[in-house]
């Protein structure tokens, strides 16, 4: 069993960065690709990005491309996702996810993840 708590979340104004962290403990970490989805009120969970086991490849929503980045630190067990130049539409509840599939493809889509986080709640004022 694979366990995700998310951290970092919060209430910041537009324009701020904010950065989300996600520690994963169960499992070897660096065997799985490791994703970040989020869910506004009323609204589908989305895909927001994708890194894989070592890090070599990555793949982002075009909502947040050129503004989030996602990074994981195999050492520390922790995915993150560093987050600038935020705006109201980026409100949601962030979570972390697992792929332990062992696919080459960076999944995008909820099913493609085995594990997810509670998530945290970034909160963006207009």
């Known amino acids: 069993q694979v366990q995700l708590v998310e951290s970092g979340g919060g209430l910041v104004q537009a324009g701020d960065s904010l950065k989300l962290s996600c520690a994963v403990s169960?499992?070897?970490?660096?065997?799985?690709?490791m994703g970040w989805f989020r869910q506004a009120p009323g609204k589908e969970r989305e895909f927001v990005a994708t890194i894989s086991r070592l890090s070599t490849r990555t793949n982002y929503a075009d909502s947040v491309k050129g503004r989030f980045t996602i990074s994981r630190d195999n050492a520390k067990n922790t995915v993150y996702l560093q987050m600038n130049s935020l705006k109201p539409d980026d409100t949601a509840v962030y979570y972390c996810a697992a792929d332990g599939s062992g696919r080459i493809r960076l999944g995008v889509q909820r099913g493609d993840y085995n594990y997810w986080g509670q998530g945290t709640q970034v909160t963006v004022s207009s």
């Open positions: 169960g499992r070897t970490f660096s065997n799985y690709a």
